[in-house]
């Protein structure tokens, strides 16, 4: 059974890929055999995460991408075949919130939060798509947010284009599904992860408080959510297209 889990062979795209659940799905499965292609937009924590792939056995690359436009998301993908010869595994990792009331976002803030949460979702998977329909094969895992589930008046554009995300993974699935190419997503709760504390500290949450709204009553760890990548990139959820799958440590005491 173990074996539907392995990756060898097969190549992996992920964005975000330097810090939190990028890195951290990047590392689980580099662990199962799959080489790496690690996407973002600072070059420095990119290598630092390639260079742990690499010491375990895996091939590895950094690139800094702008994620948010359509060129340079097809340019990644280009760079992946002329380095690899294929992309199986396209994890859209990257993202990010900013929280503050409805009224005092600006324009340009609203347009960046859509641009980063979901156009770069749109853009990257219909370049990484074309690669898998030819060779007939492919997963896609986009990393979503309790967020999308829940009214947040204080992040409101931002769980509105995780939504977003919900919803095209199911539209993306039904599109590409019967020809090999399955298209998922994980709702992460609380995770562990250098945005979510910064945004904290700046609202003068605690790591305590956090970890309250999972019920567990601790925050996820990157790699616990990497292990439901592996899932959905692996031959172990052969059977499971169009499906968002809400990883939160069970319900937490103000229902988040």
């Known amino acids: 059974m173990t074996s539907r889990f392995e ?11 330097g810090t939190g659940i990028g890195r951290g799905a990047a590392l689980v499965l580099a662990e199962h055999g799959a080489d790496v292609v690690l996407a973002g937009r600072r070059l420095d924590p990119l ?28 340019q990644l ?10 992309v199986d595994i396209l994890v859209n990792s ?48 986009n990393i979503s947010s309790g967020a999308s589930l829940l009214a947040m008046p204080q992040a409101a554009p931002y769980g509105a284009a995780k939504a977003a995300v919900n919803n095209l993974t199911g539209s993306m699935a039904a599109a590409w599904s019967r020809k090999g190419v399955r298209v998922n997503t994980i709702a992460c709760g609380a995770v562990r992860a250098a945005t979510l504390m910064d945004e904290a500290e700046k609202l003068g949450l605690d790591e305590h408080t956090l970890a309250m709204s999972n019920g567990l009553g601790r925050l ?10 592996l899932f959905f ?23 988040i």
């Open 220 to 229: 996820g760890e990157p790699d616990e959510i990497g292990y439901g990548v």
């Open 94 to 141: 990257a993202g990010g919130a900013e929280t503050k009331s409805i009224f005092k976002w600006e324009e340009d803030d609203f347009e960046s939060v859509l641009a980063l949460n979901f156009k770069a979702v749109w853009h990257l998977s219909k370049a990484a798509a074309k690669p898998m329909l030819a060779q007939g094969k492919g997963a896609i895992v």
């Open 7 to 17: 990756l060898d062979g097969r190549v992996a795209v992920i964005t975000g890929g």
């Open 233 to 255: 990139a692996s031959d172990a959820s052969s059977f499971c297209s169009g499906q968002t799958l809400y990883m939160h440590g069970a319900p937490g005491p103000a229902g």
């Open 77 to 86: 993908i280009d760079t992946t075949l002329a380095e690899f010869g294929r």
């Open 47 to 74: 290598e630092s995460t390639a260079k742990e792939v690499m010491a375990l056995g895996r091939r590895a690359l950094a690139i800094s991408t702008d994620v948010t436009t359509a060129s340079a998301c097809e």
